[in-house]
T-cell receptor, first 113, second 111 residues
């Protein structure tokens, strides 16, 4: 199994600013993903973080709003840019090896005022 | 586009009952199906993973079944306990191991 940590665990931000969330995995993994969980909702995939190349975004999510980096096999960042109150959500990082169990980090709770 | 539905959305039972949570998905071309537990304000804990070639998996008091052809999975919880109270999420994996989640079932087990 993989242990995933995220920083920060929570933050309160002003609209118009940006926040970068870090995700660290304790072992090398093939795949890393970023999900969003809006209040009272289930999880929605934002993008697949690709090591050494641009992330693959799902419909409704764009790189300018959610730039993602993955410099190596154990680390990724998600930036929420030019935030608005609608971006208030829990952002979760996950990791897996191919078609195996996907493990999730504890999430980052973001409140935008 | 894959769609995942979970029924019921919420469930309240007395302690000790056996219960069944249901999950259905529209595209049967899945690689695997995973059941998660989410406690309030927390991340997700993986409970069971069923590969597409398997029909069920068991872990302690939990048993998950998969009928890929009909697009259904069930999570059976035996002898429920107050500590089982949480939201249970079903997720299916298609190509690239990207998960599509259901809306979840909020379970409350009363002492």
């Amino acid at each position: 199994s993989a242990v995933i940590s995220q920083k920060p665990s929570r933050d309160i931000c002003q609209r118009g600013t940006s926040l970068t969330i870090q995700c660290q995995v304790d072992s090398q993994v093939t795949m890393m993903f970023w999900y969003r969980q809006q209040p009272g909702q289930s999880l929605t995939l934002i993008a697949t973080a690709n090591q050494g190349s641009e992330a693959t975004y799902e419909s409704g999510f764009v790189i300018d709003k959610f730039p993602i980096s993955r410099p190596n096999l154990t680390f990724s960042t998600l930036t929420v840019s030019n935030m608005s109150p609608e971006d208030s959500s829990i952002y979760l990082c996950s990791a897996s090896d191919r078609e195996e169990t996907q493990y999730f980090g504890p999430g980052t709770r973001l409140l935008v005022l | 586009k894959q769609e995942v539905t979970q029924i019921p959305a919420a469930l309240s039972v007395p302690e000790g009952e056996n219960l069944v949570l249901n999950c259905s998905f529209t595209d049967s071309a899945i690689y695997n199906l995973q059941w998660f537990r989410q406690d309030p304000g927390k991340g997700l804990t993986s409970l069971l993973l069923i590969q597409s070639s398997q029909r069920e998996q068991t872990s302690g008091r939990l048993n998950a079944s998969l009928d890929k052809s009909s697009g259904r999975s069930t999570l059976y919880i035996a002898a429920s306990q107050p500590g089982d109270s949480a939201t249970y999420l079903c997720a299916v994996s298609n190509a690239g191991n990207m998960l599509t989640f259901g809306g979840g079932t909020r379970l409350m087990v009363k002492p």
